[in-house]
């Protein structure tokens, strides 16, 4: 990543980069530290959380304004700055009326012809390169961090994408750093075809054996205590190896052993109750009657991925019949399309707990 910001603030061509995975692998703490090392560089920074019921420009406009803000305070930078907050005032005022959600203070009057036509794609480009521009000339950056991506509608999707690209093509310092769900990669190949020019895209995964273990160990042993070989097995045996379940185990292992060395029974005692109640349960519960069953359904066939006939075979329902549901799903980030007629959890794990916590499921209505 520092090599990445280095080559923009040089001018020299460069891909931002977006960063995909399962729920749970440690995307969103690998944003938060490349963050943290980008802005220890020097770098203006925006950081962002994209949730399903609000607009890209409501999102990006107040963080974009407090990096202007910062910016402006370089001697250097300070009219380019300024101009660029006059292009997010004139942004805001010309895309309320679409957007409704935006809510941004304006620090200086819109400049007349600056990012205000009302067109999103047209206005971003504008804006983002105005903010490029103040960023090179304080010798600095400017990078956009963005969690949970996916939820991030098309169109404005392609509005981000051509702006970057704009960017990219004037050689201006302005970057991406994103974290999606699997799903990502496709979204924005459907908003821009040239999305993959622009883009790294590193898949976050579980991790392997060793690591598993020594994510647990290491810990433990700088705490003067111990965990038998058995118990680090187990440990990821349950977890599979994903970041979060191991986290959990580990601490409720902990908090269950009653002396060290943590044991293979302290693991077992420990179980998966507060991952039931917490992590998996919150996904749960925003979910439909009619989209329980559907996961319930995959569960039956196990982790998947698994074809779209197969699951509608289980329901004895047309696979047609079930497409809205499935839609619904994957808009709600709980299931993504590997392939073509694929449906897969976006949560490690979940087939085990749907079984747990559905025993039974209604098949054909009944």
């Given at each position: 990543m520092?090599?990445t910001?280095k080559?923009?603030m040089?001018?020299?061509a460069?891909?931002?980069?977006?960063?995909?995975?399962l729920r749970?692998v440690g995307?969103?703490?690998?944003?938060?530290?490349l963050?943290?090392?980008?802005?220890?560089a020097?770098v203006?920074?925006?950081r962002?959380e994209?949730?399903?019921?609000?607009?890209?420009p409501?999102?990006?406009?107040?963080?974009?304004?407090?990096?202007?803000?910062?910016?402006?305070?370089?001697?250097k930078a300070?009219d380019?700055?300024?101009r660029?907050l006059?292009?997010?005032a004139g942004f805001?005022?010309?895309?309320k009326?679409k957007?409704?959600?935006i809510e941004?203070?304006?620090d200086?009057?819109p400049?007349?012809?600056?990012?205000?036509?009302g067109?999103?794609?047209h206005?971003?480009?504008?804006?983002?390169e105005?903010?490029?521009?103040?960023?090179?000339?304080?010798?600095s950056?400017?990078?956009?961090?963005i969690?949970e991506l996916?939820?991030?509608?098309e169109?404005?999707l392609?509005?981000?994408?051509?702006?970057?690209h704009r960017?990219?093509?004037?050689?201006?310092?302005?970057?991406l750093v994103g974290?999606?769900?699997?799903?990502?990669?496709g979204?924005?190949g459907?908003?821009k075809s040239?999305?993959?020019r622009l883009?790294?895209?590193?898949?976050i995964g579980?991790?392997?054996v060793?690591?598993?273990?020594?994510?647990i160990?290491l810990?433990?042993?700088?705490?003067?205590?111990?965990?038998?070989?058995?118990a680090?097995d187990?440990i990821?045996e349950?977890?599979?190896?994903?970041p979060?379940?191991v986290?959990?185990?580990?601490?409720?292992?902990?908090d269950v052993a009653d002396?060290?060395?943590i044991?293979?029974?302290d693991?077992?005692?420990?179980?998966?109750t507060?991952?039931d109640a917490?992590?998996?349960r919150?996904r749960?519960d925003?979910?439909?009657?009619a989209?329980k069953?559907?996961l319930?359904?995959m569960?039956?066939?196990?982790?998947?991925?698994?074809?779209s006939?197969d699951?509608?075979?289980v329901?004895?329902v047309?696979?047609t019949?079930?497409?809205?549901?499935?839609?619904?799903?994957?808009?709600?980030?709980?299931?993504?399309?590997?392939?073509?007629?694929?449906t897969?959890?976006?949560v490690?794990l979940?087939?085990?707990?749907?079984k747990?916590?559905?025993?039974?499921?209604?098949?054909n209505?009944?």
């Open positions: 520092g090599v910001v080559r923009a040089n001018g020299l460069t891909k931002s980069l977006l960063m995909v995975g749970g995307k969103t703490v690998l944003l938060d530290h963050r943290e090392n980008a802005e220890s020097g203006e920074t925006l962002i994209a949730p399903e019921n609000k607009s890209l409501a999102i990006l406009a107040p963080e974009l304004r407090l990096a202007l803000l910062r910016l402006s305070r370089n001697a300070k380019l700055a300024q660029a006059r292009g997010l805001a005022k010309a895309l009326v957007y409704g959600d941004v203070g304006f200086l009057e400049e007349p012809g600056l990012a205000d036509n067109d999103l794609e206005d971003l480009q504008a804006l983002l105005a903010a490029g521009k103040a960023a090179a000339e304080a010798g950056a400017l990078v956009i961090f969690d996916q939820y991030v509608r169109p404005e392609a509005a981000l994408i051509t702006a970057l960017c990219a093509q004037r050689r201006l310092p302005v970057l974290a999606g769900l699997p799903q990502l990669r979204r924005m459907d908003a040239y999305a993959a883009f790294d895209f590193p898949e579980p991790l392997n060793e690591d598993t273990k020594d994510a160990a810990p433990v042993r700088e705490q003067g205590a111990d965990a038998e070989e058995a680090l187990a990821y349950a977890t599979r190896g994903y979060y379940f986290q959990e185990w580990g601490k409720h292992s902990w002396a060290s060395p044991k293979a029974a693991v077992k005692e420990a179980g998966i507060a991952l917490g992590f998996f919150v749960f925003r979910l439909t009657p989209e069953n559907y319930r359904a569960a039956e066939l196990g982790p998947g991925p698994h074809r006939d699951v509608a075979q329901l004895k047309s696979v019949a079930l497409a809205p549901r499935r839609n619904n799903l994957i808009t709600k980030g709980m299931i993504w399309s590997p392939n073509h007629g694929d897969a959890f976006t490690p979940f087939d085990q707990f749907m747990r916590v559905m025993p039974t499921f209604v098949i209505g009944r």
